[in-house]
């Protein structure tokens, strides 16, 4: 089946008209709602990595429980039911998309609470099914957002509405991050050493408390139009069009481009999700205390973060988002090595600065191209399985390698896993110089192909 004709590429907008999409309030909702997805995902993995550490649980195993994460990476799974399947009186009252987030953001509330309730040293498994129960809210919550951003704006705001939810979402990392850090500290009793649990049960709790800004925010918005779907014949039909005919309908319009798209997907974000695991462990290993990872994280972090995500999302808009893609890809990689760096320096906190900032600064970069390129691949149609489909591509193999980051640095070392976390991400750049050029190709007057220019 022929994909139809390219449009002509436009011009590109003039820098005001670029910069005034941040004010609409469909880019608003975005930002808050970017904050509700942004802010589990640390408390599950990252945060939880340094609580556990300080707990005296050892690198191997967290990274093994790093696996909870692989919950993001199966979401694909039942993204179709999120798609279609209402949810009474939900569904009736706030609309189909909007019922899946006040859903799924109630079950995110719900597993932090039994996070802040549970000691690892108490025993591990009750603190790793409420935090598997986070992150398939999470995921869940990942499923709705994404269609709900896709069917809010047209293709041409993508771009800006994916730097405002990028930007949310790095602003909730950074207070799941730096946040609950700097809150357990606060939370400690004074004078007492050692692991204190009730001041990591303060901080979960609080954590619960902030997902309020996307439980407000879904029920203040307006629910996306609907797209009309033909109705099904029967069972069979609704199973096929569900569960089949998101995945026909991607390689069909993508063809042979298809294996490249999902390849380049599938490692795009290798380098940070990888390292990403045993940063925290490396900041306790490195006798950082809660204050200082902090203090970085919550200045430096969000400045560079704001600035991260803001360029990306109009780089995107002025040049295109496969240039914008390359450059993400060559930051983040470049960014792990700076990390390699402060694993011989030992204690120093102004390295940490400078290492922080462009780690942020990288990955908000990168983050706003690379999901403004997975929006431009959506059929609306289907905007909820297939962005859910490629996200979990994203991070399937990197959550799954991340697993055994404990092991490689007991055997090696911070320093050399982190330049070999940095060396991972060097496939990146071949595959996205080949997507770039496989995609002028589709976009050209006489290419075919239905994607954007790039």
């Not at 307006?222 to 390689?251: G, H, M, Q, S, Y």
Request: hydrophobic share 55%.
């Amino acid at each position: 089946m022929s994909a139809p004709p390219a449009a002509e590429a436009s011009p590109a907008p003039p820098w005001r008209d670029a910069l005034k999409v941040y004010l609409e309030p469909a880019t608003l909702r975005m930002l808050a709602l970017g904050f509700s997805a942004g802010l589990p995902l640390l408390l599950v993995l990252g945060t939880l990595s340094f609580r556990l550490r300080e707990a005296g649980v050892d690198r191997a195993t967290i990274g093994y429980l790093s696996w909870v994460g692989l919950a993001y990476g199966f979401k694909w799974a039942w993204a179709p039911l999120v798609d279609r399947l209402p949810i009474p009186p939900l569904t009736t009252l706030l609309g189909r998309r909007r019922g899946w987030l006040l859903l799924a953001q109630m079950v995110v509330i719900a597993g932090l609470v039994g996070m802040a309730s549970n000691d690892p040293r108490d025993g591990l498994p009750p603190l790793v099914w409420c935090a598997l129960l986070v992150a398939f809210g999470s995921a869940t919550q990942d499923i709705a957002l994404d269609a709900f951003r896709i069917e809010s704006a047209a293709t041409r705001k993508q771009a800006a509405l994916a730097a405002a939810y990028q930007t949310g979402y790095r602003l909730a990392m950074i207070w799941a991050g730096a946040g609950v850090l700097w809150i357990a500290a606060w939370a400690e009793i004074t004078g007492a050493t050692g692991y204190q649990n009730g001041a990591w049960k303060t901080a979960y709790l609080v954590m619960a408390a902030s997902m309020a800004v996307g439980v407000i925010t879904v029920l203040l918005s307006p629910e996306p139009v609907r797209v009309a779907l033909p109705a099904p014949k029967n069972a069979t039909a609704w199973l096929r069009e569900v569960l089949v005919e998101p995945f026909a309908d991607f390689i069909r319009r993508y063809r042979w481009q298809a294996a490249l798209i999902l390849s380049l997907i599938a490692i795009y974000r290798i380098s940070d999700v990888v390292m990403g695991i045993m940063a925290n462990p490396f900041y306790v290993d490195m006798g950082f205390t809660k204050d200082e990872v902090a203090t970085v994280s919550k200045i430096y972090g969000v400045v560079m973060t704001l600035a991260g995500a803001f360029v990306g999302g109009v780089l995107s808009v002025r040049l295109g988002v496969m240039r914008v893609l390359m450059l993400g890809a060559v930051l983040s990689a470049a960014s792990n090595l700076l990390f390699a760096g402060l694993a011989s320096r030992g204690h120093d906190v102004t390295a940490l600065v400078l290492v922080v900032s462009a780690d942020n600064l990288a990955g908000g970069i990168a983050s706003a191209a690379f999901i403004a390129y997975l929006s431009s691949l959506t059929n609306i149609s289907y905007s909820a399985t297939q962005y859910a489909l490629f996200s979990s591509l994203m991070l399937l193999l990197p959550k799954f390698i991340a697993g055994y980051s404990g092991v490689f640095v007991d055997a090696y070392g911070y320093k050399a896993f982190f330049v070999g976390t940095a060396a991972l991400g060097l496939p990146v750049l071949v595959l996205v110089a080949l997507a770039a050029r496989a995609r002028n190709r589709s976009t050209t007057p006489s290419g075919q192909g239905s994607q954007m220019a790039p």
